[in-house]
């Protein structure tokens, strides 16, 4: 097979330029080769995630993968099951089967999505990656154990926190309440990736695995705030189908905010600067749990690390324009945002400096009036 090294570049310019509103539906369903099927179906999986998973160390990269690609298997069961009973039992299901290995070297069946409600060929890539599960799982079942253990304790974390989404949702009428609830919807969405990602890093550098107390919560913090990005990207879209991530909008539920009046659009407003704010305070967390990351002085990791900071400072410099706070200056084009990556793979200083100017930048959008 060719090497990783060699193959990383083709996979991130694949990733930022794959158009995944438009899947090859038939393509991705031929592939046969576990670990092509992979790599295809990780760009319609993933949005910026699947550029910064390619740019991991080799050892790494693969592991991270099937990761998400189970955690996107998640949330199809959490997004395309109806059925609350039945989302609920899938996704307590589809956690317990990784570690369920059968004696011929398989996993149990993934719970099937026989009545999905599927809006566009988005959902329908989802679902052709859950029928398509056996070829993760012989992805997954070629790792080492403490590996194996890694991705386990992920989905595991994954599942528990999309059932307690999900009932919280039904319960609340569609609605999260408070910051306090919103804060634990995104640590369950991606603290727990973030947790995983130091994990499996540390795991593939031979250091310590566990992360401190302090290393925890900072992990949960960047979570928040890059889950925050794609809260406040989906609001409309959210609000469409049922669900608003603040009691503000419990009133325009199931509205679509293009046509809904001038009302409902400055709730969204509202509510999209609130939760902009909300996300920028906690930006300080995110150089330090790059440097809890263990990396030599060439650092793809690293790198990987600062290219999803950039994608993230890109999207919310658009979103500050848009709901009224003073935007800053920041890289836009992806081959500008590709070269400050190298920069920062070869220079660790390279990648503090970037990383303490996107810090400046959002905590002063966040105290703006």
């Given at each position: 097979?060719?090497?990783?090294?060699?193959?990383?570049?083709?996979?991130?310019?694949?990733?930022?330029?794959?158009?995944?509103?438009?899947?090859?539906?038939?393509?991705?369903?031929?592939?046969?080769?576990?670990?092509?099927?992979?790599?295809?179906?990780?760009?319609?999986?993933?949005?910026?995630?699947?550029?910064?998973?390619?740019?991991?160390?080799?050892?790494?990269?693969?592991?991270?993968?099937?990761?998400?690609?189970?955690?996107?298997?998640?949330?199809?069961?959490?997004?395309?099951?109806?059925?609350?009973?039945?989302?609920?039992?899938?996704?307590?299901?589809?956690?317990?089967?990784?570690?369920?290995?059968?004696?011929n070297g398989r996993l149990p069946s993934a719970p099937s999505i026989d009545d999905a409600s599927d809006r566009d060929d988005r959902d329908r890539a989802h679902l052709l990656l859950v029928r398509r599960a056996d070829l993760v799982d012989r992805v997954f079942l070629s790792f080492v154990e403490p590996t194996r253990?890694?991705?386990?304790?992920?989905?595991?974390?994954?599942?528990?926190?999309?059932?307690?989404?999900?009932?919280?949702?039904?319960?609340?009428?569609?609605?999260?309440?408070?910051?306090?609830?919103?804060?634990?919807?995104?640590?369950?969405?991606?603290?727990?990736?973030?947790?995983?990602?130091?994990?499996?890093?540390?795991?593939?550098?031979g250091s310590r695995v566990e992360l401190s107390t302090d290393e925890r919560e900072d992990a949960m913090r960047v979570g928040e705030m890059v889950q925050l990005a794609n809260v406040t990207r989906d609001i409309e879209k959210d609000l469409r189908r049922g669900i608003a991530y603040d009691a503000e909008l419990r009133?325009?539920?199931?509205?679509?905010?293009?046509?809904?009046?001038?009302?409902?659009?400055?709730?969204?407003?509202?509510?999209?600067?609130?939760?902009?704010?909300?996300?920028?305070?906690?930006?300080?967390?995110?150089?330090?749990?790059?440097?809890?990351?263990?990396?030599?002085?060439?650092?793809?990791?690293?790198?990987?690390?600062?290219?999803?900071?950039?994608?993230?400072?890109?999207?919310?410099?658009?979103?500050?324009?848009?709901?009224?706070?003073?935007?800053?200056?920041?890289?836009?084009?992806?081959?500008?945002?590709?070269?400050?990556?190298?920069?920062?793979?070869?220079?660790?200083?390279?990648?503090?400096?970037?990383?303490?100017?996107?810090?400046?930048?959002?905590?002063?959008?966040?105290?703006?009036?």
């Amino acid at each position: 097979m060719t090497p990783f090294a060699l193959r990383r570049p083709f996979l991130i310019l694949r990733d930022l330029f794959t158009r995944r509103e438009r899947p090859n539906l038939r393509a991705l369903a031929s592939i046969e080769d576990p670990e092509d099927f992979v790599w295809a179906i990780l760009p319609h999986a993933a949005r910026t995630f699947s550029a910064c998973i390619a740019m991991l160390p080799a050892r790494s990269a693969l592991p991270a993968a099937v990761a998400y690609l189970y955690c996107r298997m998640l949330d199809t069961y959490e997004d395309l099951v109806p059925d609350r009973a039945e989302r609920d039992a899938a996704l307590r299901s589809f956690a317990g089967r990784l570690a369920a290995a059968t004696g011929n070297g398989r996993l149990p069946s993934a719970p099937s999505i026989d009545d999905a409600s599927d809006r566009d060929d988005r959902d329908r890539a989802h679902l052709l990656l859950v029928r398509r599960a056996d070829l993760v799982d012989r992805v997954f079942l070629s790792f080492v154990e403490p590996t194996r253990a890694v991705v386990r304790d992920l989905v595991r974390d994954m599942a528990t926190g999309m059932r307690w989404s999900s009932a919280a949702f039904e319960t609340q009428g569609g609605v999260l309440t408070g910051e306090e609830q919103l804060a634990q919807y995104c640590r369950h969405v991606l603290g727990n990736p973030v947790v995983f990602g130091v994990r499996l890093l540390r795991l593939q550098r031979g250091s310590r695995v566990e992360l401190s107390t302090d290393e925890r919560e900072d992990a949960m913090r960047v979570g928040e705030m890059v889950q925050l990005a794609n809260v406040t990207r989906d609001i409309e879209k959210d609000l469409r189908r049922g669900i608003a991530y603040d009691a503000e909008l419990r009133g325009d539920l199931g509205r679509d905010a293009g046509t809904a009046g001038p009302d409902t659009a400055e709730r969204c407003r509202v509510v999209r600067e609130r939760l902009l704010r909300m996300a920028l305070r906690r930006a300080p967390a995110y150089g330090r749990i790059i440097e809890a990351i263990p990396a030599s002085r060439w650092s793809v990791a690293r790198a990987s690390g600062v290219l999803m900071l950039l994608f993230t400072e890109r999207y919310f410099r658009g979103c500050a324009r848009r709901v009224g706070l003073p935007a800053w200056e920041g890289p836009n084009t992806t081959l500008t945002l590709l070269t400050r990556t190298f920069r920062a793979s070869v220079s660790r200083e390279s990648a503090q400096r970037e990383i303490a100017r996107i810090e400046r930048a959002f905590l002063s959008a966040a105290q703006a009036r």
